[in-house]
Structures are given as C-alpha cells and as structure tokens.
C-alpha cells in the first residue's frame, strides 16, 4: 500500500474531533467509524469519562453505542475502526466480541494497550472470537501532542499548579516508533518500502513516500463541519477552531522526523483560546 493519504484524513478528522473533546474539558482521545465498502464516516466517539464521570465511557464505546441505535443489526466486519490511541484491553475485548473489520490507531497505549502494546487482544489464538487487524503509527506524534495538551491544562489547573511537570511534558520529544506488528506483517500493510520507519524507530510513517506533511493537507473546514454527529454533539466548528487546532502540531519532514523548528502553541481550556 504505497499511498496513505486516505487513512491520514480520517485520522485527522478523528483528532479533530478529539479537540473538540478536549473543549468541554475531557481527555482528546476519539474514534470514528467508517464503512469500509463506500468509506463513509457512519458515527464518531469521544471520551466521555469526565463529563459523565463513568469511567468506563471510553471513545470505542460511545461510538459503537451511536451506531447500533441508528442500525441495531449493524455487521461489524464491515466497519473500520480509526481511533486516536491504542484501544485499551477493555475496548479491545470489545472489539473482538463485535466482531470488528479493521482498526487504525495514532499512538500506543503504554499503559493499557489491547492491541499488541500491553496485551494482544485483537489476535489472541486463545480467545474464542475471530481476531481483527489493527495497524498504529498513523498520525501517531500527533496523537501524543494532544494528550500533552490535555495533560499541561490539568497540571495548570491543579490547586497547586504543577509548572515543573509541564514544563516535562513541553520538553520532551516523542517516544521511539515501535509498531506491534511482526517486520511481514508491517510489510504487508505498509509495504516494503517503508521498512525503514520499522527498523529505526525515530521516523515516522508519511502518506507518501519520502514526503513529509502538514496536518493541514488533510482538513478543512467544511470536511470536518461533515462529520456527522460532531457539531450537534460538541458544538459548531469553527474557522477559528480549525486554526488552532492545526497550530498545535509540528510538521513532519520529508525524511519522516519530526520538524521541531515549526512554532507549536498550546492548548488553554481557561482561557479558551491558545497562548505561545
Ligand atoms: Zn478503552
């Protein structure tokens, strides 16, 4: 598969609607569903666990819960999952019980990854259900820079404010590219001439080949107003809102590293808009 171009779209506006989470204060982890015979997006999931304070309302949950209201005998291997963060072991037992056709997910999940990070639900020979594929590393630093987002406001907003520790966070540049995948299995979904994002860990999968990219080639304004379900969940999307979602992220250069020298800005619920 040499051009990836459709899958970073679809994760682009999946991060999107992460931002939107992220709005009303809750963690920007977020899903949507595609189907995968006219690769329409068919419903959308967010975090939901502060809001509602039930843990488990993960972004997996809630979108699986839309779907099955509007289509109650859904077959899920026709779906196609993108989600901004591994699904944890939870979900991804979920997943497994539906049945699902495919996830696509940013970042690893170090702590409670079900799809190949801490357990490998999603292929387990010993679980009775049909194993599903799950390929990370889409839009993945990304991902992470969100979370960081989410993580500086709350630092910020503790009752001592924890400067120290943000400045951690900003500090920090990503972790290394670890795929949970086997080198034939990455070949086989990535092809080969990607194997060199597999073998060194500090570059980053691009659409296409030996080009970098700009998140802001995937989205605009009007494809993510599209999204059904987000603006009568999470309120209308803006031009503003499209802007600063599109500065908190690097570039990634044409050699597949991270472009540090790009301005980024962060995240300030408080305030409402982004600060240097
Ligand atoms: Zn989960």
């Known amino acids: 598969m040499s051009d990836l171009t459709p899958d970073f779209i679809e994760m682009a506006k999946c991060l999107f609607v992460g931002y939107k989470a992220l709005t009303i204060n809750e963690t920007p982890v977020s899903c949507l569903l595609e189907d995968r015979s006219t690769s329409s997006i068919i419903s959308i999931g967010y975090n939901y666990t502060n809001t509602s304070l039930n843990g488990t309302k993960h972004a997996e949950f809630i979108a699986v819960r839309k779907l099955k209201d509007k289509n109650p005998d859904i077959d899920f291997s026709t779906v196609k999952m993108y989600v901004s963060v591994e699904p944890c072991i939870m979900c991804a037992s979920f997943l497994r019980q539906l049945g699902i056709g495919e996830v696509i997910y940013g970042c690893s999940n170090d702590r409670f990854g079900g799809n190949g990070t801490v357990l490998s639900v999603h292929s387990d020979s010993n679980l009775p259900q049909e194993n599903y594929t799950s390929y990370g590393g889409i839009l993945r630093t990304e991902a992470i820079q969100l979370l960081r987002n989410f993580y500086i406001q709350e630092n910020e907003s503790a009752p001592q404010p924890k400067i120290k520790k943000n400045k951690e ?68 999307v803006t031009e503003d809102q499209v802007n600063e979602f599109l500065d908190l992220f690097f570039d990634i250069s044409d050699d597949g590293k991270v472009n540090y020298s790009k301005a980024i800005r962060k995240f300030n619920s408080k305030k409402r808009h982004l600060e240097e």
Do not use: A, Q, W
């Open 169 to 236: 966070i900003e500090n920090k540049t990503f972790p290394p590219n670890r795929f949970n995948l086997s080198r034939e299995e990455f070949i086989d979904h990535y092809g080969v001439e990607r194997i060199g994002v597999f073998e060194s860990g500090e570059e980053e999968i691009t659409p296409k080949l030996g080009k970098g990219y700009s998140l802001k080639e995937f989205i605009d304004l009007k494809s993510l107003k599209d999204i059904p379900y987000l603006e009568e969940d999470l309120g209308v």
